[in-house]
């Protein structure tokens, strides 16, 4: 009988567990505070001084949300002035995303071109979502709603 309660326990906190992280998944999130820090060189690096917004993806080689996220984000900057997305594969380089407090991916940072960190975005974002959030820091005429 201990052994059947011990299973719906675990069973009651695996649906917690995935509901939760369910609920978080592509939710946008305030910039965090960076008193005096500074960008790890490749996300520096992929700043555009002429973009208002550059959107850096966090991502990893054998992520499947990161490629889902990759299509989305791109197509979203190709139809929305003053809208950079840049793509950067930690794979190889895990002390970037140490650096950047980023724990999952994929998970963007939406960047302003002073390096100041607009928004973040854990997993899949959702397009309009996003763009509401971008509103304020995009140049009006730059959103194109037809998708």
Do not use: Y
């Not at 008193?35 to 917004?53: D, F, Y």
Request: hydrophobic share 45%; net charge positive.
């Amino acid at each position: 009988m201990i052994g059947l309660w011990v299973l719906l326990g675990t069973l009651v906190a695996g649906l917690v567990a995935g509901a939760v992280l369910r609920a978080r998944n592509g939710r946008i999130r305030s910039a965090r505070p960076s008193a005096g820090h500074t960008l790890p060189a490749p996300v520096a690096e992929a700043l555009n001084p002429s973009a208002p917004v550059t959107l850096v993806q966090i991502s990893t080689t054998f992520c499947a949300p990161c490629r889902h996220t990759r299509a989305l984000l791109s197509a979203l900057a190709e139809r929305t002035e003053g809208l950079r997305h840049v793509d950067l594969d930690v794979t190889e380089r895990p002390e970037v995303a140490r650096d950047l407090g980023v724990l999952r991916t994929p998970t963007t940072l939406a960047l302003a071109p002073d390096g100041r960190e607009l928004l973040r975005v854990g997993g899949l974002p959702k397009s309009g979502e996003l763009l509401d959030a971008l509103g304020p820091h995009l140049p009006q005429s730059g959103i194109r709603l037809s998708e």
